[in-house]
């Protein structure tokens, strides 16, 4: 019973960390994407407004038991990754769940939102919404080969499936992961551009085409629901990245920090490129990060 | 002793001369003798060969002469049960045919003399221990066999009839040939005293002799190239004659081929010879069947690939590989005389006896079509049915004598077997039936004689033990040679004092 | 005993065959009759170990039940049973029903037959009985027979054939039968024999197993049979492949010096067949056809932990076995309901059922979840022990491979769930009702078994783990897997039990937000009522996107697709088609070339003569 509500407050706790932050990087992404783009844009805080409007929204329509539970199922993927991902090193923070799953188990809580979501759109009967799934699915077997490859490179150079290890042994050599394993970092790198969807890998989306993909035909308490669970996901995977290869970190500050500047990478990589199609998309996660990938293992076989 | 082997010969022999006299008494005696007939020797064979394997080949010597100067008839364990064998489908080919040109009794006359000479020349020629009887017994086969390929009368018949009679006379020539050949060098013609003296012989002689033998009998065992006249023959013959074409004159053809090159001389690369004669066959005939348009025809070719298959099971020479053959010759004349008669119901009315005619007839003939379709997984070889048996047996003997690549050979060919087989089938099951195609409802006794052969061939298919016993006493009695030589030659020393 | 379940079985399907003429009821009786007293024969009266022998021509038969093909016995007789149900149901009103109950119990029989043979030639002779029941059911429809029924019957007999072949070579040097002599003495045959008889069987299994290059018969006879079969078809009966390729792989490949060989390429051909299975999938817009590509792609996986072959793995592979069978019986029984329902099994043609058939929408969804093995439920287990099972052994880029073909397959699951059930609902399938109990509920029990194993494994592992002490394995549980954890061979663990829990919780905590937040004022609409391009569509117009589905992937793996194993066969057949119509011309049919055959043959002995016959 005592670990059931040490579990429940750490998720609360974490998870509103998570939500902080994910939605300030989202509001700072605007921001930047604006300034570059030699626009004014919102402030950073835009984001908070937004979602506070669409959770005070009074009413809202559903076409069906799966749409209603769509964000839900998102949800499960957003917190479970937070709960086992270790937010800092050496469970400084709370522990979660961090020992009750291992790297696959975490691979494949990863896409079970999406899945359960791609079902709720695909009720809606919006022809835009399953046309962004169908986007989303081919995008993500791309980009999950180079992502599986350089997990699979740590995996095996480690000898250990599980993420306390791999954050514990760069704390006992002192040495980050992205160093001792370039490749696989590389590879991690490229396919996270994969996981954020930011141009030129937004086709799942598509404003101007799709008219915001799956997402449409969501609103109110839906979108509420969704947007809180696509930046704790985001602040989750981030701090993967930083677990896996940028040596954990040891408080708050440094993890925001790391975090931060990892973002950036996805956020500024194609900010000025016109928008992949769907199998240049996939070809691309298939040409040089799978490469990368193979290195990695390679590296990881002999050396 | 319930009766003597010469009865095989005497008795038809007479029904067949009795037939038209009686027939002027009461019609139906021409129908009903023959089976009376065939059924009385079925019990006689059948008798004498529970005797034979218990106590011993039977040397019946005719007209006193005794042995190596008589002619003489043995009833071995082999001959005894290929003479069941051929008894027991010229019979069941009688049941089907009984109501054969019911109202044109001048044809069912000659049809039922002819039928019951064909059966009586082939039985003779498993029987007889002299060569020039055989000989004489192959003629009578052949002559009955001519007439009867041409029995319908019509353009295509008289053409396969005329082919049968040219091949057919070019085989009794080289048959005369070798045999005046062992003559002038033996001066006997007795089976066995000629396996006895066969080293007495030059040896460039009695190879010349093997090869006009092998060249004769090889075309009444329809090896290729000899067998060009065999696809015509089955196919323009009466639906059961080609029964007892694959059913009984191959089989004693076969048997001829086999007693000459295993008994009759001792040479060297017979059996490597009669693998590769046997494979080719076996290989040309199935390649040849796959794309025949003529439901006959196909059945043909497949009955010469199934005795291009017993010549190369003879040819692995052990006891296992003669097993197998006499199992494969057994099954084969059971299943493929089933084809045969099911399927000329298939195709009853149809002048150009095209496959495509069965499309969807199983709506009609459901049993008849069952049957076929029984007959054709049995002669595939699947199990449990009758065919697996034979080829399982032919298939450990090959491994045991390591000859690795027949096996692959032979399953190879069956694919290409099976494959003709299936979609003979699918047509009759499920493709939509032609308007214009005719069905001929079978008659009871066509059932009953393809029922019988179906029960058959589910009795060896569950059962196997209840023919192997014969099998294996029949293929030790071909491989041991003394003993065949020693059971004639010694019946005539205990007649001559 | 198992007399008595055999006689059952050939009894019970002769005596439905015959009570087809009489009454369908009486018939439907019989069937069920049959399926259950051999069901319950099965789990009441059989103990493990038991073993009876009688002999037939000439041969020693031997018959019983290990923990192994107990383990095989149990998909068998649980998806049949429930199939059995199905099919009263789905089968009504159809021809030929007698022959289809028929077929159905034999094939029944022969797996079961199949399991408990402790000798080869009853072993074969089941496998073909196996064969042409099955071969029934694939040409049952009549649709394609020619094509799909002649590829089906010819693989199936070159891989018996294969068998056959090493049986009579297994027979000709040990002088016996029994399959625990063959195993025996395998360790005195030549060399070539020790490597040729493990082939030869591989051949035929993998022929059943629907392995690359030999799986070409697979997708048009799992979709040409009628679908209450093919659950059992590909469920079940493939599952026979995989018993004989454990069966080889842990009696003989592993007493190979170079068994490492073996075992790559079989692990290799089996990704290659998950990879291309899966590929396919996605491009198919039949349902049937997609099942049966993913059920290619399933059985890859089985294989390559079966080749891997470490405990790990094995498990995996017999975990995987019965779950495919679960949830691939349950997709295609839901399959069947559509078609039934609908008389469409296109994803083109029929869309939104969700609302017209929840119940057969709610199992299928599990299904789905399960097939492509995302947690919570049985899907998962059998994957991460695969994958975990890959690493742990070295085979790093197999695993890639294994997973590519995973993560493509969720392009599959969602276009089967989107296809039928998703979408705009339209008034053309307004009048469908949701499929009789009968077919509903035997899909409702798998699927809820995929959830129970989801969290407790163990309940399927025990068994598992059971049948693989047979073969020779170390017990695993405690290491590997407990009721609901499991391990790796490094020591990493997944604790299944928190882990559901707090999957349930969050999922729980969240809908009943959504579902309490602003309840009054949340309404449904129609799927008509959407915004698109800023217009609302009418009611007659389908909007529901569902043709050239993944049109953008599929080009992008276009070069692999480009080449199909099947042109490659049928240009082979076309090949030989060319060659037999060209021997047939050498019968004439002039009597004169005749005789100058036998004129030919006669010269070319004689001038042969020393040769032949020196």
Known sequence: MHEIIQITWGAIVSFILAFTVGITYMGLNRKITARIQNRIGPPWYQNFIDVIKLGSKQTSIHHGVMQHMGPAFIMVTSVMSLLIIPILNQNRFFPNLNFHGDLVFLLYIMVFGPLGMALGAGQTGNPNSAIGVTRGLSQMAGFEIPWVMALVALMIQYKTTSIVDLMNIQVETGKWLMFSSPFAFLAALLAMLGMFRYAPFDIVGAPQELASGPMSENGGKYLFVMMSAGSVFAFAKLTLYVDLFMGGANNLIILVVKTFSLYLFPMLYGIVSPRYRTEQSVRYFWGWPSLFGLLAILHAMFF | ?497 | MIYILFSILLGGAILTFLANKISGLLRDTFFLLTMLGATLIFYTQLHIGGLVNFSIGSFNLEWGVNSFSWYFSLIVLGLGTLAAFYALSYMKGKENLGFFYFSFLISILSMLGIVMSHDLISFFIFWEMMTWSSYFMVIYSGKNVQKNGINYILFSAFGAYAMLTAIALVYANIHSLSIVEMISNYGQFSPALQTWIPILFLMAFSVKAAMMPLHVWAPGAYSDSPMAYTSVFSGALSKMGIYGMILIFVTMISHLPDDTWFREVFAWLGAITAIMGTLWAIAQDDARKLLAYSSVAQLGYIITGVAIGTDLAMLSALFLAALHALFKGTLFMAVGAVERQTGTVKFSEVTGLIRKMPWTFIASLLAIIALAGIPPLGGFVGKWMLYESLINSNHYILVIAIFFASTSAFLYCYKFLFGFFLGQEEKEWAHVKEAPALMVVPMLLMAGFLVILGTFPGILLKPADTAMQTLGFAPTEGHLWSMSVLFNAWGDQVLLRPLVYAIAGIFLFFLIILTVKGWKNTRYVTTKDISSSGEVPLEHENLTFSVNFYQPFLRAVGPVMKHRMITWYREFGAGMETIFDFTRRIYTGNGQTYAIYVMVFLVIILLLQNTIFG
Do not use: C
């Open chain 2, 1 to 497: 002793m319930v009766g003597s082997p010469v009865l095989f010969i005497a008795i038809p022999l007479l029904a067949a001369f009795l037939i038209p006299l009686l027939g002027f008494v009461w019609k139906e005696s021409v129908r009903i003798l023959p089976g009376l007939v065939l059924l009385y020797l079925l019990y006689l064979s059948l008798t004498l060969m529970e005797q034979v394997v218990h106590t011993g080949t039977i040397v019946e010597v005719i007209a006193g002469w005794a042995p190596p100067w008589g002619i003489n008839l043995v009833f071995s364990p082999l001959t005894g049960l290929l003479t069941t064998l051929m008894i027991l489908m010229g019979f069941i080919i009688w049941i089907y045919s009984y109501r054969f040109k019911n109202i044109d009794f001048q044809e069912a006359v000659k049809y039922f003399i002819l039928l019951l000479m064909l059966i009586t020349g082939s039985v003779g020629i498993v029987l007889t221990g002299d060569i020039f009887n055989q000989f004489v017994f192959i003629e009578i086969t052949s002559i009955s066999a001519y007439a009867l390929t041409a029995f319908y009368k019509g353009r295509d018949s008289a053409e396969a009839s005329f082919k049968y009679l040219m091949i057919g006379s070019l085989s009794s020539m080289f048959l005369l040939l070798a045999i005046a050949l062992i003559y002038s060098q033996l001066g006997t013609l007795n089976m066995a005293d000629i396996a006895a003296k066969a080293h007495l012989m030059k040896p460039e002689f009695k190879i010349l002799a093997l090869i006009f033998f092998i060249t004769g009998l090889g075309i009444e065992a329809e090896i290729f190239p000899l067998n060009g006249w065999a696809p015509d023959a089955y196919a323009q013959a009466p639906g059961p004659i080609g029964a007892a074409f694959s059913g009984i004159v191959v089989k004693a053809g076969v048997y001829a081929m086999i007693r000459v090159m295993f008994t009759l001389f001792d040479v060297a690369g017979t059996h490597q010879f009669l693998i590769v004669i046997g494979i080719i066959t076996l290989i040309i005939a199935e390649m040849s069947a796959v794309r025949q348009e003529h439901l006959k025809r196909m059945l043909a070719y497949s009955s010469i690939g199934q005795m291009g298959l017993v010549i190369v099971a003879f040819g692995i020479g052990t006891e296992e590989g003669v097993f197998a053959a006499l199992f494969l010759m057994l099954n084969h004349a059971i299943i493929k005389s089933l084809l045969f008669l099911s399927g000329s119901y298939l195709v009853y009315h149809s002048t150009g006896k095209y496959i495509s005619e069965v499309d969807g007839i199983a709506r009609n003939l459901p049993i008849t079509s069952f049957l076929f379709a029984l007959g054709s997984i049995a002669i595939v070889g699947m199990p449990p049915f009758a065919g697996f048996w034979s080829k399982w047996s032919m298939l450990t003997a090959a491994a045991h004598s390591n000859l690795i690549l027949i096996i692959g050979l032979v399953l190879s060919v069956s694919l290409i077997e099976l494959v003709y087989y299936f979609r003979v089938l699918n047509r009759i099951y499920f493709f939509p039936k032609k308007k214009e195609v005719v069905v001929k409802k079978p008659t009871i006794n066509a059932l009953l004689a393809m029922g019988l052969l179906g029960l058959l061939i589910l009795i060896i298919g569950f059962y196997p033990d209840s023919v192997t016993g014969y099998l294996h006493a029949a293929s030790q009695s071909l491989l041991d040679k003394g003993k065949y030589i020693h059971d004639v030659l010694s019946t005539g020393q205990l007649l001559l004092p």
